[in-house]
C-alpha cells in the first residue's frame, strides 16, 4: 500500500492584515507498526485565534499526538477508543507543561485536533473540534464527523479544554480507506454541501484528480501549487481564515 500525500497551510487574510502568524499546523507521517505493515498518519490542529500562543498550541498538538501514536504501534497493532483517549490525555499533558513553563494557562494554547491512521485493512478517526475529515472507500465518499460548533457562535471545542474527553469523536472502520483529505475551519464553506452535509465534490475532485497521476517523486512540487490555490484570489474572497489542507490517496489511474 503507497499512500501519495500533499499538504499545506497558509495564514489568512484576517491574521496577515494584522501581522499575525498562520495558527494552523498539519503533519503526515508514514509508520511501521510491529507486524512491518506500513500505516499512513495525518494530523492537523488549527489554534484558536482568542489564544495567546495559538500557533504553539497546534504545533504541541499535533506532534505530541504523533509521538504518542508512534509509542502505540511500538507496543501493539490494535487501536481502540481507549488508545484514541491516551494520544489525547498526552496532547493535554504536554500542554500543561507548556503552560507551566510559559506562567500561562492550557487555554492560552487552545485549539482543535483531527487526526486519521489509516492501515492496509483498517483506518482509525478522530477529532474534537471543527473543520472536517473527507474520506473515499471504494466507490464511496463522505464526511466522517460533521464539524462540531461550542456552545456559542462562532466557538467550537478544543482538545485543551478540561472537558475535550467528552467532545472527542471516534471512528473505527474495519475497512481500508482509498483517499483522504483534513481541512481547518477556514475551507469547510468550501469544501463541505452543508444541505446534505456532504464533501462538496467539484472542491476535491481536481485536485485528486491531480494526486492520482503524480509520482512519489512529484509529490513535494505539489506543495508549493497546493499553497498558491489556497492563498488565491477566488478562495480568499470567500474566507479569512486560515486555511490547511491534506490530502492522500493510493488510487492510481
Request: some cysteine; charged content about 20%.
Amino acid at each position: 500500500m503507497t499512500w501519495k500525500t500533499v499538504s499545506a497551510s497558509v495564514v489568512g487574510t484576517s491574521h496577515t492584515q494584522q501581522g499575525g502568524e498562520c495558527q494552523d499546523t498539519c503533519l503526515v507521517q508514514s509508520l511501521i507498526d510491529r507486524n512491518q505493515q506500513q500505516r499512513l498518519v495525518c494530523l492537523l490542529s488549527d489554534g484558536a485565534g482568542s489564544a495567546r500562543f495559538a500557533a504553539k498550541g497546534a504545533d504541541l498538538a499535533c506532534s505530541t499526538a504523533l509521538t504518542a501514536i508512534e509509542h502505540t504501534f511500538k507496543t501493539t497493532n490494535h487501536i481502540d477508543g481507549s488508545a484514541v483517549e491516551g494520544w489525547i490525555c498526552a496532547v493535554r499533558a504536554a500542554v500543561t507543561a507548556a503552560a507551566n513553563e510559559s506562567d500561562a494557562t492550557s487555554r492560552d494554547y487552545a485549539c482543535t485536533l483531527l487526526g486519521a491512521v489509516l492501515g492496509p485493512e483498517s483506518s482509525v478517526f478522530f477529532q474534537i473540534g471543527d473543520g472536517a475529515i473527507v474520506v473515499a472507500s471504494e466507490d464511496v465518499q463522505g464526511v466522517v464527523f460533521w464539524p462540531e460548533a461550542g456552545r456559542y457562535a462562532n466557538m467550537t471545542n478544543f482538545v485543551t479544554d478540561d472537558d475535550s474527553l467528552m467532545h472527542l469523536q471516534i471512528a473505527v472502520t474495519s475497512s481500508p480507506a482509498a483517499e483522504l483529505a483534513l481541512f481547518s475551519d477556514g475551507l469547510q464553506r468550501l469544501a463541505l454541501t452543508y444541505e446534505s452535509q456532504t464533501p462538496y465534490s467539484p472542491f476535491f475532485d481536481p485536485m485528486f484528480f491531480v494526486l492520482r497521476r503524480k509520482s512519489l517523486s512529484e509529490c513535494e512540487a505539489l506543495t508549493v501549487q497546493l499553497a498558491q490555490f489556497l492563498d488565491s484570489k477566488q478562495v480568499n474572497e470567500r474566507t479569512d481564515d486560515d486555511k490547511t489542507l491534506v490530502l492522500a490517496t493510493r488510487r492510481v489511474v
